[in-house]
């Protein structure tokens, strides 16, 4: 069975500063796809990036990449220029690319902004 | 906006009674998925249906149970309810296409809580 592991259960950054989210994951499938979920203290699951096994570049969506290393079966979430509004709870998930595709989540990493 | 609509939003019930969950997802997607979070824990699988069909389970008990009507709607039935039920019960739901590397998209999720 496939597993994700967040090892950092909490995180701060100052505002407008970078910060890098760890997330590694367990699997002995060659495709499937990997996920950054934000969960702000409203509860919804929000869909930060994504991204293909397959695929060597690293996703990037505006201030959210990721540092894919597939070898490794590392996955970190990389924010730059950190805002107010990035405080919340980051879920890393996996997903197989055929069968079954439920969405694997770690415990997650709460991630706190300080102005 | 997901698309996927949760109701009810709060549930407040005692210890043995039973409750229901309602979950529809966006419009064309045919697998529905539900989720447990219990409080700052991450999201647990619990089921998955596709067009009305099992398709995966997960750690769900077996005072729980879930079903997808023809409508495509699902709801997730927890009876014997026990002080350790009490969480934020998410539904999800992503289109009908394998291999596709669209998210899963979450509602707004319950929040059940058995005293």
């Known amino acids: 069975a496939q597993t994700v592991t967040q090892s950092q259960p909490e995180m701060s950054v100052q505002e407008a500063e970078t910060v890098t989210l760890s997330c590694t994951y367990d699997t002995s499938e060659s495709d499937y796809y990997l996920f950054w979920y934000k969960q702000p203290p409203s509860r919804q699951m929000i869909l930060v990036i994504r991204?293909?096994?397959?695929?060597?570049q690293n996703a990037t969506e505006n201030r959210f990449s990721v540092n894919f290393q597939k070898a490794a079966k590392s996955f970190s979430l990389k924010i730059s220029d950190s805002q107010l509004g990035d405080a919340a709870m980051y879920f890393c998930?996996?997903?197989?690319?055929?069968?079954?595709?439920?969405?694997?989540f770690g415990q997650g990493t709460r991630l706190t902004i300080n102005p | 906006d997901s698309g996927v609509t949760q109701t009810p939003k709060h549930l407040i019930t005692a210890t043995g009674q039973r409750v229901t969950l309602r979950c529809s997802p966006r419009?064309?997607?045919?697998?529905v998925y539900w989720y447990q979070q219990s409080l700052d824990q991450g999201l647990q699988f619990l089921i998955q249906y596709y067009n009305g069909e099992e398709r995966a389970k997960g750690n769900i008990l077996e005072r729980f149970s879930a079903q997808q009507f023809p409508d495509l709607h699902s709801e997730l039935n927890l009876s014997s309810l026990e002080l350790g039920d009490s969480a934020l019960y998410f539904c999800?739901?992503?289109?009908?296409?394998?291999?596709?590397?669209?998210?899963?998209?979450f509602g707004n999720g319950t929040r059940l809580t058995v005293t």
């Open positions: 991204q293909e096994a397959y695929k060597q």
């Open positions: 419009s064309g997607d045919l697998s």
């Open positions: 999800a739901s992503s289109p009908p296409s394998a291999g596709s590397n669209s998210p899963l998209h």
């Open positions: 998930a996996y997903r197989r690319l055929q069968g079954a595709q439920k969405l694997v």
